[in-house]
């Protein structure tokens, strides 16, 4: 169907950057939205930021303003760009897509998580 890797999580110190990247790639017809999502050691599964296909995005409200999410529709590829990260920013950052995969002669719905990329903020 459709597989997604993620990439650029790592170690950094309070007030740095990262960021990251998640490609899709299979059979993919169309893809929907795409969303980071993280889970903090602990705590629920939570959204981060959200791209549609209509080029709208959305994010929680303790990543506005600091996260940027952006997507490069040639490349099937959804970035998002961290500022500012702080300590409670730590997790295990989660890439979704959503769309249709190619069944032939037609097309299937998808749901695919990728395997998620650690982010770490020192303080």
């Known amino acids: 169907q459709v597989q997604l890797v993620e990439s650029g999580g790592g170690l950094v110190q309070a007030g740095g950057s990262l960021r990251l990247s998640c490609a899709a790639s299979?059979?993919?017809?169309?893809?929907?939205?795409m969303t980071w999502y993280r889970q903090a050691p602990g705590k629920q599964r939570e959204l981060v930021a959200t791209?549609?296909?209509?080029?709208?995005?959305n994010y929680a409200d303790s990543v506005k303003g600091r996260f940027t999410i952006s997507r490069d529709n040639a490349k099937n590829t959804v970035y998002l760009q961290m500022n500012s990260l702080k300590p409670e920013d730590t997790a295990v950052y989660y890439c979704?897509?959503?769309?249709?995969?190619?069944?032939?002669?037609?097309?299937?719905?998808?749901?695919?998580w990728g395997q998620g990329t650690q982010v770490t903020v020192a303080s």
């Open positions: 979704n897509a959503n769309g249709t995969y190619v069944a032939f002669p037609s097309y299937r719905p998808f749901n695919s």
């Open positions: 791209f549609t296909s209509g080029e709208s995005t």
């Open positions: 299979g059979r993919i017809g169309s893809i929907n939205a």
